[in-house]
Nanobody, 125 residues
Framework: QLHFVESGGGSVQTGGSVRLSCAVS????????VGWVRQAPGKERKGVAC????????TYEDAVRGRFSISRDKARMTAFLEMNAVNPEDTATYYC??????????????????WGRGTPVTVSS
């Protein structure tokens, strides 16, 4: 059974930084692409960044490219999202997510089928 351990997040001021981590266990041979999807109050969920835990290739949503950086620890099957230069529009609950497909299906098409509980991030101005 797939298990997520999410950490990080919290409150931060505009221009600051915050780091999220997500460890995935119980499905290492199938669920090898991990991303974050965020949902702001009253808005739909939207993918933020995604990474292959195997080879490290990554994708970013346009609004965060250049400010956010996703990385991974392959041995620990853990992904990290470093959020820099945050602004109030980054306020959301950030869900760690993964899918059973390959990098193209999960990280490019956004075919996530397993979700963590979510981590709130609040950016104050």
């Amino acid at each position: 059974q797939l298990h997520f351990v999410e950490s990080g997040g919290g409150s931060v001021q505009t221009g600051g930084s915050v780091r999220l981590s997500c460890a995935v266990s119980g499905g290492s041979s199938t669920y090898t692409n991990v991303g974050w999807v965020r949902q702001a109050p009253g808005k739909e969920r939207k993918g933020v960044a995604c990474i292959s835990l195997i080879d490290g290739q990554a994708t970013y949503e346009d609004a965060v490219r250049g400010r956010f950086s996703i990385s991974r620890d392959k041995a620990r099957m853990t992904a990290f999202l470093e959020m820099n230069a945050v602004n109030p529009e980054d306020t959301a609950t950030y869900y760690c997510a993964t899918g059973a497909g390959d990098f193209f299906r999960v990280c490019i098409l956004g075919e996530y089928d397993r979700w963590g509980r979510g981590t709130p991030v609040t950016v104050s101005s």
